[in-house]
């Protein structure tokens, strides 16, 4: 019998691993991709879009939005309750340092700045223990050149749902401002950005620059001796 014979092909064996990796990074990359753009248009309902900041010459009048609610925060009422707290306080003077320093005039240098210290420390006492209250709002010091104010109550504000009503507490407000020469400014929680969204609308309907910086749920509201800075959007 003829014995048959097969024909052994002799083509080039390839490695395609190095191929294979850069085919499963590329697929890999390209889902990371389709998965952030679906995360992202499902949260496009929550995103507050705005322009970017720019600079005004305007005073800014602050609200806080909280709980789906919009609070002023009535800063000129605190420095009107300060100011009267400073009439009343005795004026401390800083002692000017003789020419001649013998004994007795270097006594009464010591006498004076005891005086003054003692001075400056009721002064620091008294604004320690400050208590300021607003229509929304408790005031007190934070530290001695800083403000903390704390929501009377956790429901305090108006809901966003009536402030485009004409007799509404936010239209009340803004009728003694001027768009001419004052912005609003909101310091939005996280829960309220569809608060925020109604406030602006009627800010923007009264003809009110707005801006806004978002805040955290627990971050408490301070403002230092410098005041705050939210530029117009």
Same mark, same amino acid.
């Given at each position: 019998?003829?014995?048959?014979? =097969?024909?052994?092909?002799?083509?080039?064996?390839?490695?395609?691993?190095?191929?294979?990796?850069?085919?499963?990074?590329?697929?890999?990359?390209?889902?990371?991709?389709?998965?952030?753009?679906?995360?992202?248009? +499902?949260?496009?309902?929550?995103?507050?879009?705005?322009?970017?900041?720019?600079?005004?010459?305007?005073?800014?009048?602050?609200?806080?939005?909280?709980?789906?609610?919009?609070?002023?925060?009535?800063?000129?009422? +605190?420095?009107?309750?300060?100011?009267?707290?400073?009439?009343?306080?005795?004026?401390?003077?800083?002692?000017?340092?003789?020419?001649?320093?013998?004994?007795?005039?270097?006594?009464?240098?010591?006498?004076?700045?005891?005086? =003054?210290?003692?001075?400056?420390?009721?002064?620091?006492?008294?604004?320690?223990?400050?208590?300021?209250?607003?229509?929304?709002?408790?005031?007190?010091? =934070?530290?001695?050149?800083?403000?903390?104010?704390?929501?009377?109550?956790?429901?305090?504000?108006?809901?966003?749902?009536?402030?485009?009503?004409?007799?509404?507490?936010?239209?009340?407000?803004?009728?003694?401002?001027?768009?001419?020469?004052? =912005?609003?400014?909101?310091?939005?929680?996280?829960?309220?950005?569809?608060?925020?969204?109604?406030?602006?609308?009627?800010?923007?309907?009264?003809?009110?620059? +707005?801006?806004?910086?978002?805040?955290?749920?627990?971050?408490?509201?301070?403002?230092?001796?410098?005041?705050?800075?939210?530029?117009?959007?």
């Amino acid at each position: 019998m003829r014995t048959r014979r =097969y024909r052994q092909l002799n083509s080039p064996s390839q490695n395609l691993d190095s191929f294979l990796d850069i085919l499963t990074n590329t697929v890999g990359v390209l889902m990371f991709i389709s998965l952030f753009i679906t995360v992202v248009a +499902v949260e496009s309902s929550t995103i507050v879009t705005t322009p970017l900041v720019s600079n005004t010459e305007k005073k800014p009048r602050f609200f806080e939005v909280r709980n789906n609610k919009i609070s002023y925060i009535d800063d000129e009422e +605190v420095d009107r309750q300060i100011a009267i707290l400073t009439k009343n306080l005795p004026e401390c003077s800083v002692p000017e340092i003789p020419q001649n320093l013998d004994n007795y005039t270097y006594q009464l240098y010591l006498n004076r700045i005891q005086e =003054y210290e003692k001075c400056r420390g009721q002064t620091i006492q008294s604004f320690r223990r400050f208590k300021g209250e607003t229509k929304h709002y408790k005031v007190k010091f =934070y530290d001695v050149d800083a403000l903390i104010y704390e929501p009377l109550t956790p429901e305090t504000g108006e809901s966003y749902q009536t402030i485009a009503q004409t007799d509404s507490s936010f239209n009340e407000i803004l009728e003694n401002f001027d768009p001419n020469t004052d =912005y609003l400014a909101f310091l939005v929680r996280p829960d309220s950005f569809s608060a925020f969204r109604a406030a602006r609308k009627q800010a923007w309907k009264a003809g009110y620059n +707005v801006g806004w910086e978002p805040l955290k749920q627990e971050t408490p509201i301070v403002f230092g001796s410098n005041g705050r800075s939210v530029g117009v959007q």
